[in-house]
Structure formats: structure tokens, C-alpha cells
């Protein structure tokens, strides 16, 4: 049996976070909220949730912020929430390591389904090659990926990836050098119908890049630009 996901609602209106909780504790989901950016970074990093739905635009500290600052201790699963016309903003969310975003106004099942698609996606990424049982480990010279523990190693040292950092790492790594033109990595990353643009891929692999450079500068150069068509994983020595 899966265990009941805790989610923490942040917005600062009441009327949202309420009835984004009503819908998603009829999903049996354990929901908290946070009225301001300051009391979600509270929350969130004194306590462990399985996806956070973060508001973009909130007086004070914004949900730019929030994110920035949390993703320099934790890997939660985030989704931000965000106005039709924050184009720009949704850009520099996945910058600093949004998972999804939801365009507001928006309709509480369809945000329901993008948390059950994103916890989805966190599960599997655990156990992600269930037909090679005896193959739980990806090795490559100063890369190491452990499906089962859903950890990342790079000259021996452990990465903090998010969930989706961790997808496309993982998707690129099982077929070394072959080439993925970005429109094919966001249909497949991403899974289901996803309404961005390619600039989504690059500011994850900019991210991905950076993070795994300050561990491994031979690790992080293993993910390749092909101009004009994409990336690949590249291995170089063996």
C-alpha cells in the first residue's frame, strides 16, 4: 500500500489554499498550508512533504524565493502556481528548480491530477528499471546513478537532484551517446501532455549542469549540447 502523501498548500488566499485542500483530502492526502512565503520556508524545511504547491506572486518573499532558498537544502517536488501572463516568471521558476507549474485560474481536479502525475513520477524514478533487476546500478567513469536508492554520486560524492533533475538525468544516461532533440526530452520527461516550451529543457539541464560541476567538473561535462537538435550523454574513457 502507498503511503498517504503529505502536501503543503501556499498561497496567500485563504479562498485558493482552502479549496485546493478540499479537493486533495478527498484524494485521502494529508494537506497543511502556509498563508506567506516566510511560513512556507518554515514548514518546509523543518518538515518533509512529498509535493509543495507554491504560489508565484505573494507579498514579501515570493515564490521565486521560496523555491531558491529551499532548493539549496532540500529536493521536494514543486509546483508553482502562477498568474497567464508570469511567462517570464515561470521561465526563472524552472531556473531555480520548479518541477510543474499550474496557470492560474485553474481548475482543483486538474491540479489534483498534476500532484498524483508528479508523486507518480517521484515513486517510479526509484524503481525505474524493474525489467533489469540485477542492473540497479548505473556506473559510468565519475557518474554513478542507484535506481533503487534514487541517488546520485558523482567522484563519490552524493548530488541533491530534484525529481525531474533526476528524470532527465536518468533518461539521458540509459542511452549514452545517443542524441535527444529537446521536443522528444519534454514529451518524454515529462510524460504527460505538458504545456511548455523548450526552454523548459535547457533551464533544467543548466541546472543539472551546475549542480553536478560543483561536485564533478568531469561528471557535468558528460551531458553534451548537440546545436541545433539537443543533448546527449556522453561517456568519454572507461
Known sequence: MEKEARILVVDDEDRIRRLVRLYLEKEDYEVEEAADGDEALTLALNQDYDVILLDLMMPGTDGIEVCQRLREKKSTPVIMLTAKGEEANRVQ???????DYIVKPFSPREVVLRVKALLRRSSQTRFLDTETAARNVIVFPHLTIDLDAHRVTADGKEVMLTPKEYELLYYLAKSPDKVFAREELLKEVWQYEFFGDLRTVDTHVKRLREKLSKVSANAAAMI?????VGYKFEVNGS
Do not use: Q
Not at 224 to 228: E, N, P, R
Open 224 to 228: 553534451v549540447t548537440v546545436w541545433g
Open 93 to 99: 521558476g524552472f531556473e531555480v528548480g520548479t518541477d
